[in-house]
């Protein structure tokens, strides 16, 4: 096992520069390496050119271990990686007969001929390995030199994906790259702004000079990472820390590791044979979707109603009239109606709901938009609550959804606090 | 107007590297200075850590002209971006007074003091200047020097977005950084893919060789953007190409620009005053978000149940029990019987509905993990489909929303092919 391996990421494609998509392959790759202990150091993106690609190639291979390059090795004019990076490394490019063998009958088997432009693709470094492609056409490239590793894959996520699960990581580990066990630890918390917590966690983390600490906030979430240095702590030191840090946060902490909030209320749920349904009007069917994301939902998740006109909340969710004519919709009394109405109508022991102003239009003076009332109908009871967020339509409803979950999970877990831990597991080690 | 502005922006934060979250703020600022004329030429992700900002922030202030940094500016510990990026360009760190007042009205408001590590967030590069930041603590940085601009932004989407918008946009206009008329034409298709797409348009495109051609598929869509090199043609050729490429791929073709597929199918339904409610299974709510994620969705937009019980399906929306007996749950019949039943229940023109196996577990041999079947009710009778995706549960669940939506469209444009270019415009100029 090597200790600080440089680890350089960069992928190429115009369209993650111009916005179009999002640079899921970072995320993947990051997750991957991480769960081996590896961490990328950094990540570059470029455009398909050639000078960029070189320059950032360079500045990458020069001081990391391992570099590995995303997208470019397509048949079009526009795919530039490969002789790029033969170029910045004084490398010939070799015709590879076997890659043109695979190709051929990849197209025979589609009812194809192979084009000029696809046989570019039968060209790898000289002394490189060639991955194989089984999910289109273009090889990935395996190359090493001076004891670094150059590691080249396709662009598409059904082609990389399995490529670098049954290909590269055995490399890596073959060549002696992995950690044995992640040495870290990571605590979700919900409802602590970022520097409030490190205030609150301070007298914990002082006496711990060993740890490293990171925090990251999203969408109200803040996570908390502690990692160790090489060789200054056990993985039950770090965890015995992290208890006491999520004694001290109470209700506040969230989970080890990196679960949904849903996905913890859901276990609380789960544990106690308990079953839950929704009746959403400003969050559209997000605050249903956060549920329905976690496998097995169907255990515990029984349906939800999506109302945008006052007549669905009636018919569908049997609510009297009277209330409707009595309080506004987007009051705290249709809050709890919805979320009675929801666990009455799918007979569900909870029911949750939404209902507000998520803009751009609508509101009032008292009600501005970003306004959302909370509705959580239990087995002991019914609450309402209201919250002002800020941010335009789909940040409103996105810190609807997670306000909303959380509330559910703050009633679930302040009686059970200690329930969870048995199905979830931390996020630390290889279990994450 | 200046031309061939080198962007370069650099992400701070482990969690973009450790794939605990994707870099949308890469996507916010291609997007938002493409909107203007300017791409991003790369991008850098580092780690919190001061020797790789210092080295990455200095490869690009080398050879750009705007750098924008964002994330490092908070209170914690790990936050060194202020301190790193002042030490690089050798200039000091400035108490700016005005700073404070705002932030201790900001914890006032709040009932809150300041604590000593926020007043870190007072600190500015001397000779900067320091843009509000009205929806958190740490204020933005813009500087100056030899004719380059630095804008460092806070990590937080809800802080970051609003202080481009108001203060950053606004900024790089004055110094005349913006292309007055974008020369680019998007359109967007669905259903066919990358390669084919590239076949297909080849007639129209050869004889345009002045034009740039860019492919980008997500989920089944696939972007084509056509961009003129500087004063090679007018706009107007540009969209009488498009309008040809338009022609050709019938109804693949979804619109100009970068709407949503939802976007465009609400568009026809209100031209017509017409409306539309959803019942669905395995998308859980996914499919009613992306109705909803569209402002003005309540006019059309009646409502939707997600039925995760069979009960649901039965009580919510009248089908008849005899359906769900004679049927399997995930089939053809009752895909139609929740669209009739949805759009029956909530008074509206359609119904459209999933219902399918979104993994990991569940399905059959003949219906395995993947199937989905889709139902719609019009006007005009009811129609149903089967479509097999590959793909973890959120990838079935956004493949298949993306599949019923454009369905949906395919259904609408048919007849009124023409109708909502009035009501959607161009993806062109300045008008995206």
Redesign the interface.
């Known amino acids: 096992m090597k200790h600080g391996v440089r680890v350089d990421v960069i992928n190429l494609g ?11 392959h ?7 390496l ?1 769960r081996h202990g590896l ?9 398909d050119n050639a000078e ?1 690609i070189q320059q ?1 190639f360079k ?1 990458a291979w020069e001081d990391a271990d391992i570099v590995i390059t995303t997208g470019g090795l397509g048949p ?1 004019s ?1 795919d530039l990686t490969r002789e790029t990076i033969a170029k910045a490394l004084g490398v010939k490019l070799e015709f590879v007969d076997s890659v043109r063998v695979e190709l051929e009958a990849r197209f025979a088997r589609l009812g194809r001929t192979v084009t000029a432009n696809n046989l570019k693709q039968c060209y790898v470094l000289d002394g490189a390995e060639a991955l194989p492609n089984p999910n289109g056409t273009a090889p990935g490239i395996l190359f090493k030199q001076d004891g670094k590793l150059l590691i080249m894959l396709p662009g ?1 996520g ?1 082609e990389l994906r399995p490529m670098f699960e049954r290909d590269v990581l055995p490399r890596l580990q073959e060549e002696n790259f992995f950690a044995l066990e992640e040495q870290y630890l990571q605590l979700r918390s919900f409802g602590v702004g ?3 917590l ?2 609150k966690l301070r007298p914990i983390l002082k006496s711990h000079p060993e740890l490293k ?6 969408e109200g979430l803040v ?1 908390v ?1 502690l990692s160790l240095a090489n060789g200054t702590g056990t993985l039950a030191d770090l965890r015995a820390t992290g208890e006491q840090c999520m004694e001290l946060l109470g209700e506040d902490f969230v989970c080890f590791g ?1 679960h949904s909030i849903a996905e913890i209320a859901m276990s609380h749920l789960r544990a106690h044979h308990q079953t839950i349904a ?1 009746a959403e009007s400003c ?11 976690v ?4 255990q515990t ?9 006052e ?2 909340k009636i ?2 969710l049997g609510i009297p009239e009277s209330i409707l004519m009595q309080h506004d919709v987007v009051s705290a009394e249709t809050a709890v109606a919805l979320a009675t109405g929801a666990a009455e ?3 569900s022991d909870y029911g949750l709901s939404t209902t507000g102003f ?4 609508g509101g009032s003076s008292r009600e501005p938009v970003g306004t959302v009332y909370f509705g959580l109908h239990t087995p002991s009871g019914a609450w309402t609550h209201r919250v002002q967020f ?6 409103v ?1 996105a810190r609807a959804v997670n306000a909303a979950v959380d509330w559910l999970r703050r009633k679930l877990t302040k009686y059970q606090m200690h329930d969870a831990f048995a199905n979830i597991g931390y996020g630390m080690g290889s279990g994450i």
């Open positions: 115009d369209e993650l520069l111009l916005g179009l998509r999002d640079n899921g970072l995320s993947y790759l990051g997750r991957e991480k961490e990328i150091r950094r990540n570059f993106v470029v455009r960029d950032v500045n079009t526009d598409p059904n970022e520097s409030l490190e205030n600490v990171g925090y990251c906030a999203h996570d990472r990196n929704i969050t559209g069917g997000l605050l249903s979707n956060a549920f329905t994301d496998p097995g939902a169907s998740f029984m349906g939800s109603v999506v109302c945008y006109h007549d669905t018919e569908h109508s799918f007979s998520a803009g751009p239009t800020s941010g335009d339509r789909l940040t409803k």
